[in-house]
């Protein structure tokens, strides 16, 4: 199912509007607190979304579900981001409140063996963009691609009015450095991509880190 623009409008109508959501991005300065793609408790999510809004945090990213989303409303102000990788999810999820979309968080399908190529991804955002095509967009990278292919991919997701590249790289990292230094290990894949993106497009979308982001990391 397609929603058209006028349909689409009328359900983002409860949440916040795109620059607002954005803001902190700008001012570079953004903190997501990610509860989990596949994290469907209640009571698990509800504590993570209150204390995201205690912790400073710019927003939060939960399952998409719209239960979930009404949920995480009446525990926090904060902008509220679904992840998913199907993207007729997003629509119920906008309608009861979210305020960005999130394509990725692919850790839980990793450990099912599943992983994503650029054309997944392209296709995936094309999906989401024509069903929703004035809703803040997140789009993760997958860090299986090579680090050259996960460059293209992201200049290319531009095409899409993508306003945030998510890297990620945490789960391909074995650290094998103590303490400090298995963090920043842990953290490099995330961070090598962050950079060589961040060079290649620019102020063109804003680029966020995750996976081993800490605050030795970014300090």
Do not use: W
């Not at 199907?86 to 979309?101: N, S």
């Not at 968080?105 to 997944?120: K, L, P, Q, V």
Request: glycine share 10%; net charge negative.
């Amino acid at each position: 199912l397609f929603l058209g623009a006028a349909s689409v409008d009328a359900l983002q109508t409860g949440g916040l509007t795109r620059s607002r959501v954005l803001a902190p991005f700008k001012e570079g300065r953004a903190l997501k607190v990610i509860s989990g793609l596949m994290n469907f408790d209640r009571e698990s999510v509800g504590k993570v979304c209150a204390a995201a809004g205690q912790g400073g945090a710019s927003l939060v990213d939960i399952a998409c579900d719209a239960e979930l989303v009404k949920l995480a409303r009446s525990k926090t102000q904060l902008p509220i981001c679904v992840s998913a990788i199907d993207p007729t999810l997003f629509v119920g999820a906008v309608e009861a409140g979210a305020d960005m979309v999130e394509i990725g968080n692919y850790d839980y399908f990793y450990t099912e063996g599943r992983t994503f190529s650029a054309e997944d991804v392209l296709e995936m955002t094309r999906a989401t963009r024509e069903l929703l095509p004035d809703i803040a967009l997140s789009v993760t990278i997958p860090h299986t691609l090579p680090l050259d292919e996960q460059v293209r991919l992201a200049d290319s997701l531009l095409a899409y009015s993508v306003d945030v590249i998510q890297t990620e790289g945490g789960t391909s990292s074995n650290p094998v450095g103590p303490g400090v230094l298995g963090m920043i290990e842990k953290a490099a894949p995330s961070l090598a991509a962050t950079h060589e993106i961040s060079s290649c497009i620019g102020s063109r979308a804003y680029v966020m880190a995750a996976s081993g982001i800490t605050d030795v990391t970014a300090p």
